[in-house]
């Protein structure tokens, strides 16, 4: 029975990846309504659950690892789809290797070094198979958004699915009675992070005086959608995150310019944000008055000198890609357990090996890669975050005075907070949080482009005045 699931598996993954996806880009090519109708697609089903758009072949479900299996995730069909229809366009504007996706395989490469310390060397290739097939969302993306019109087809999709977001927890919180939403993520934190890193953008368009005034008001209730989404997921980081964005998109469009329309939905923002959290006020007292983040007591310090301990031991290669969940925990992993259990019986309670063999991984982002990939891994990766940050920079000011100008600022804000979070939460580990910030690379990648493109301009203008 298990080998006709798997062949239906391999069946279906052919049709879409080898089918589905050409077939598509030969429907877009020429049609700009098709592609930007597949690009709000595109944005609005990351709001779904992961299994309406994934499969996976070889799933260990009860691996407690970030990547349990060989996943395929459909949207990259549609992505290269985008790449096809550029492809058949003979765009020139079209690359195979757009700014950043350089570092990004590089840092799969040096990830991939730390099989070599890999308890179990097949795990390391999961998370491998997936972050490189994340290349066609990179690729297929850049060739897709041309323009702001592609720009607002995009964040479309984003708003409305923010907006189906929080009917979903409100329906969560006040029907089914819930504490701690989480929507249709599989977890409330991702589930928030993943919120306010598509709300700083839409924000930045909702107060562009360029923006026409249905997208106005489509964009700002997502960007309230976002906010009562991390509220009640009662996550407090991602409500200081949400805080913190939404002051800093603000505070750059008035350096950008006093409007009407700025000052009149900052001010309905704070309002609208003071009466949400008054409301949820008792929610977040119970989260605090519940919660003792002292190290004695928070599993997370534990679970960061466990990485510790792992990156001290393996300082260039880590432990292995994806291997974590191996390595801290009995059978495979006593050495590591150990400082999990140590931590226990500091606090007094009784150990018991048997209640050790499946030990949670850090929830630290960046202390889970130092331990997986080590500096090899790091290195690379904070490659990545300098490429993507300084893209998005370079391209705001480049076009601070046009309507790309906010936009490509919300965008760089939201990466910004995302990478700070990253302290403390690896969301970006997972499928639909994943997407997402590859969406984003690729468009301050275009944004890139366009910066580029743009210095060549006034360079090839200045020398044909010269020469006249």
């Keep these: 029975m298990e080998i006709v699931k798997t062949l239906i598996k391999v069946i279906v ?8 996806g050409p077939a598509l880009g030969v429907m877009m090519k020429g049609r700009d309504g098709l592609r930007r109708f597949l690009l709000g697609f595109l944005a609005f089903e990351l709001v779904r659950p992961p299994s309406d758009f994934t499969l996976m072949l070889y799933s260990i479900e009860t691996y407690r690892g970030h990547t349990k299996g060989f996943e395929f995730n459909f949207l990259e069909a549609i992505a290269m789809g985008f790449a096809v229809a550029a492809i058949l366009e003979k765009r020139k504007d079209f690359r195979y290797l757009p700014p950043g996706l350089g570092a990004w395989l ?26 490189l097939k994340m290349a066609f969302i ?3 993306v850049f060739a897709a958004v041309r323009d702001m019109k592609d720009v607002l087809a995009l964040m479309r999709g984003f708003a409305v699915a923010l907006i189906v977001q929080v009917i979903v927890c409100l329906w969560g919180r006040y029907v089914q009675g ?11 934190n991702p589930m928030a992070m993943w919120s306010y890193m598509v709300a700083f953008p839409l924000l930045a368009l909702a107060i562009s005086k360029e923006t026409k005034m249905k997208d106005v008001g489509l964009f700002f209730a997502a960007f309230g959608s976002a906010g009562l989404v991390v509220v009640l997921s009662v996550s407090r980081a991602s409500l200081a995150a949400f805080g913190l964005g939404a002051a800093l998109v603000m505070l750059g469009s008035f350096v950008h310019g006093f409007t009407v329309r700025r000052v009149s939905l900052g001010l309905a923002g704070a309002i609208g944000g003071l009466v949400v959290i008054g409301v949820a006020a008792d929610t977040f007292m119970a989260r605090m ?46 050495k590591y357990s150990e400082v999990l259990e140590n931590w226990e019986r500091n606090r007094g309670r009784n150990i018991y090996p048997e209640n050790f063999q499946k030990n949670p991984l850090t929830e630290s982002l960046y202390w889970l890669m130092l331990a997986e990939n080590g500096a090899l891994g790091f290195g690379t990766f904070l490659l990545i975050v300098a490429l993507t940050m300084g893209y998005g920079i370079r391209s705001t000011v480049a076009f601070w005075r046009t309507p790309a ?17 990253g302290q403390v939460e690896r969301v970006l ?31 090839a203008a200045r020398l044909t005045a010269r020469a006249s």
């Excluded at 590089?106 to 997936?130: D, H, N, R, T």
């Excluded at 580990?429 to 493109?453: D, H, M, P, S, Y």
Aim: charged share 15%; with cysteine.
């Design 429 to 459: 580990t997972q499928t639909k949080n994943l997407t997402t910030w590859v969406i984003f690379c690729a468009i301050v990648a275009r944004g890139e482009w366009w910066r580029r493109e743009a210095k060549k301009a006034r360079k």
């Design 289 to 334: 008055e519940g919660g003792d983040d002292s190290p004695e007591n928070d599993l997370r310090y534990a679970l960061n000198q466990q990485s510790a301990a792992m990156f001290h031991d393996h300082p260039m290669t880590g432990i292995g890609w994806n291997n974590f969940g191996l390595a801290n925990s009995r059978p495979r992993g006593t």
């Design 138 to 140: 990179w690729v297929g």
């Design 106 to 131: 590089l840092w799969i490469g040096a990830s991939l070094v730390s099989v070599v310390a890999a308890l179990e060397p097949l795990y390391v290739f999961m998370p491998a198979f997936k972050y």
């Design 405 to 421: 100008g906010l936009f490509l600022m919300g965008m760089t804000i939201s990466l910004a907070v995302t990478y700070f979070h």
């Design 178 to 188: 819930g504490f701690r939403v989480m929507g249709w993520f599989e977890h409330q």
């Design 13 to 20: 993954i052919a049709f879409v990846y080898l089918g589905l």
